[in-house]
């Protein structure tokens, strides 16, 4: 088993090809732990801990859709931070260069009661604080930047929501005014006025967003809201389920990348593979047992991952609609007990996915084409929630 040390020169800092090479390919994953307030970035080609971030409380992280920020929302902390990953990309459209430096918490924070929901959309980034009823809304450049220039959107009560930043709109959730404690009850359109924009749209049990190319899913009871750019405002569509589905409903959904598609948790065994424009928009796959996470492959768009509580990493052919593959990797974890019990989180960084086992203190390496185990990484804690950012690029 290879442990996690921290790098020994600058050199390691670059996760590169040679150094007299044109092409760099770096890729770095943040791990928070379930039980201590840090944030470990490591070099995920060298296997090597590049630094290890003190925060307030216990994190989730969440990546900027560039992959500059990484930000740590702290719900029993009342606060996010923000983490420079220290790998940009600039676009020459023929190529694209890269820079490569330490990643470094940035000095500014987020403070609001019980920061749940993060989304990114186009570079806007919004928060939700489920403890005010709030959005918190700023641009990632300006964050970088040290300089960032917030907005708020405020809701009826205190509860559960999110929010996009949709151009010069801002999509929020609709609190159930009889009882904020339970889940939202559809979304409202918001002009930079702070006036609504139409009807609020229905959506009950709101829970869960993604982005897949230029649509936006919204979960609900029932149903999803797919939402388009028309140019003065969103154009908010309604998506029901198919009558054919078993009984259940997505509250977790991931967007695909390089296919346009949504795939969402579907009952505790089970994950499905949304395509709006397809006439059978919902396929259903059965998983063997319970789902623990899933996630999507940015690189090899064809692939999706779900991990499952008999310790076992399945892989689905998206086009096919259909398990493909398993790995087994970990002891079982039982989704029996309280729902923020430490289990395994997936992240993809380049040609590996990764796999948290914070009960053994281990990231398990899993090489992408032959999906065959490359290696078991040990870091202390119990590495629980990661990201991963990078790519390849040019530095000159």
Request: glycine share 10%.
């Amino acid at each position: 088993m290879k442990h996690l040390t921290a790098a020994a020169s600058a050199l390691a800092l670059l996760s590169a090809t040679p150094a007299l090479s044109e092409e760099v390919t770096a890729w770095r994953l943040f791990v928070s732990d379930h039980q201590k307030p840090v944030v470990h970035a490591i070099d995920a080609v060298a296997g090597t801990r590049i630094a290890t971030f003190d925060v307030t409380a216990p994190a989730r992280l969440y990546r900027s859709e560039a992959g500059r920020t990484v930000f740590a929302v702290q719900g029993k902390g009342d606060t996010v931070a923000a983490i420079s990953s220290g790998i940009s990309f600039g676009d020459h459209g023929d190529h694209g260069d890269i820079e490569v430096e330490a990643p470094r918490l940035l000095d500014i924070r987020f403070d609001g009661k019980k920061p749940s929901h993060f989304v990114d959309h186009g570079g806007d980034i919004a928060l939700f604080f489920d403890g005010e009823g709030k959005t918190r809304i700023f641009n990632e450049t300006d964050v970088l930047s040290g300089k960032p220039d917030v907005r708020e959107v405020a809701t009826a009560a205190p509860h559960h929501g999110l929010a996009v930043a949709f151009g010069d709109h801002v999509l929020v959730t609709e609190p159930n005014r009889e009882a904020p404690d339970e889940l939202p009850v559809g979304i409202r359109v918001v002009g930079r006025d702070g006036a609504m924009v139409g009807d609020v749209h229905a959506c009950p049990d709101l829970h869960g967003e993604a982005t897949s190319g230029n649509l936006l899913a919204i979960a609900c009871a029932d149903r999803l809201l797919i939402v388009t750019d028309k140019g003065d405002a969103p154009d908010v569509a309604t998506l029901r389920y198919d009558a054919d589905l078993p009984r259940g409903k997505s509250t977790t959904l991931i967007g695909g990348r390089g296919l346009q598609y949504f795939l969402g948790n579907y009952g505790p065994s089970a994950v499905v593979l949304i395509d709006p424009a397809a006439e059978d928009a919902f396929r259903l796959i059965e998983l063997p047992t319970r789902r623990v996470h899933f996630a999507v492959d940015p690189i090899r768009a064809k692939f999706a991952y779900v991990f499952t509580e008999d310790g076992l990493l399945r892989r689905i052919d998206v086009l096919a609609g259909r398990l493909d593959a398993e790995l087994r990797l970990t002891d079982p974890y039982s989704m029996d007990g309280h729902w923020s019990d430490p289990r395994p989180r997936i992240a993809v960084a380049g040609d590996r996915i990764f796999v948290s086992d914070p009960l053994k203190g281990v990231l398990h390496a899993v090489d992408a084409a032959s999906f065959e185990t490359v290696e078991a990484m040990a870091i202390e804690g119990r590495p629980f929630n990661l990201v991963a950012v990078g790519g390849t690029g040019e530095r000159h």
